[in-house]
């Protein structure tokens, strides 16, 4: 087995307003660092600094995009498409390990896949 951790569905569908929450942070820690604007003034300011308000601003969604990662590895939650919000949780079904798939939008987990089928192997509950 790949985790330790295993959800049931219940467990997985309980987690799952605060999933949202990491996900919202992770994508707003990514547009933080994405930001062309701050990146601009990260290269304007850098030589003489380090990169002051600019640089602080990136460390800032650096650590937080880092934290919420951190957060859902040591949940053992599976984050696959940031984008999707695409997430699996690792579960037992008939003996062996499988991934309980949600994505964003869906009201609750309701299909599970293979550990090596993906999305594309996804089963209704």
Partial sequence: MNHTVHYTVAQANAALRHVGEVLDR?????????????????????????????????????????????????????????????????????????YLCWEEGEERIEFWHDVEAGFAGRQPL
């Fill in 26 to 98: 992770l994508r707003r820690a990514r547009e933080g660092l994405n930001d062309e604007e701050v990146r601009s003034l990260l290269d304007e300011a850098a030589p003489q600094n380090g990169g002051g308000e600019a640089g602080r601003r990136v460390s800032e969604s650096f650590l937080a995009l880092r934290s919420g990662l951190l957060e859902l590895q040591t949940l053992e939650i599976v984050l696959r498409d940031l984008d999707r919000g695409l997430i699996d949780f690792p579960s037992i079904r008939d003996g062996r390990e499988v």
